[in-house]
């Protein structure tokens, strides 16, 4: 069973730029999460995606996007980069549905902003 | 709005004795709970869940309570184990609202210690 993979693990941006994070969900799940890890805080929900569509979105503005394809992996984007987007991005894998079920998460990719 | 809480940042225990970390809600629409681990440089790794219709879950070494009437749940692992010092956080869901959106506490540091 492969795990939850997510790509690149570190990067440097800088302000204003527009950056493009991927993830690669767990064999079987058709559900992926986006959460923002800030330094000392626990995950933030950014997102779902459930079978290519957009099922609930957390408090981020519009300039951060996603994309989830036929094959359950997933993109998330983020425009107009600005130094708070400083963070731990965090994708998380399950199965589907309006019941919780566990998420499986991947190792995160550090995005710094300058 | 801080809906999930974990009053201690940090927490150190020795070795073969209990460890007891406690997390506090707001929400009364939660109903579906969980623990995660994480190491460093690593994604959080789920540990153990519990719905609202339990009052107790337990797996191996680790167990988790459930108190509605006092919207607080905590964990214990016995014994502890120097493998277990980690950042744990507690995390909640609620059904029904579309995304399986998971509302996260902001951690607490475990030490094992020797």
């Known amino acids: 069973e492969t795990g939850v993979t997510q790509s690149p693990t570190h990067l440097i941006k800088t302000r204003g730029q527009q950056v493009t994070l991927r993830c690669s969900s767990q064999?079987?799940?058709?559900?992926v999460s986006w959460y923002q890890q800030a330094l000392g805080q626990g995950p933030q929900f950014i997102f779902q995606?459930?079978?290519?569509?957009?099922?609930g979105r957390g408090n981020f503005p519009p300039r951060f996007s996603g994309l989830q394809f036929p094959n359950y992996s997933s993109e998330l984007n983020v425009n107009a980069l600005e130094l708070d987007d400083s963070a731990l991005y965090l994708c998380a894998s399950s199965l589907g549905g309006t019941i919780a079920y566990e998420q499986y998460f991947g190792p995160g990719t550090r995005l710094t902003v300058t | 709005d801080q809906q999930v809480k974990q009053n201690s940042p940090s927490l150190s225990v020795q070795e073969g004795r209990i460890s007891i970390l406690n997390c506090d809600y707001t929400?009364?629409?939660?109903?579906?709970f969980l623990w995660y681990k994480k190491y460093p440089a690593e994604g959080p790794t789920f540990l153990i869940s519990i719905s609202s219709i339990k009052d107790k879950n337990e797996d191996g070494r680790f167990t988790v309570f459930l108190n509605k009437s006092a919207k607080h749940l905590s964990l214990h692992i016995v014994p502890s184990q120097p493998g277990d010092s980690a950042v744990y956080f507690c995390?909640?869901?609620?059904?029904?609202?579309?995304?399986?959106?998971?509302?996260f506490g902001q951690g607490t540091r475990l030490t094992i210690n020797p």
């Open positions: 929400n009364s629409m939660f109903d579906y």
């Open positions: 995390a909640a869901s609620a059904r029904g609202q579309g995304a399986q959106k998971l509302v």
């Open positions: 064999s079987g799940h058709n559900t």
């Open positions: 995606y459930y079978r290519e569509e957009e099922n």
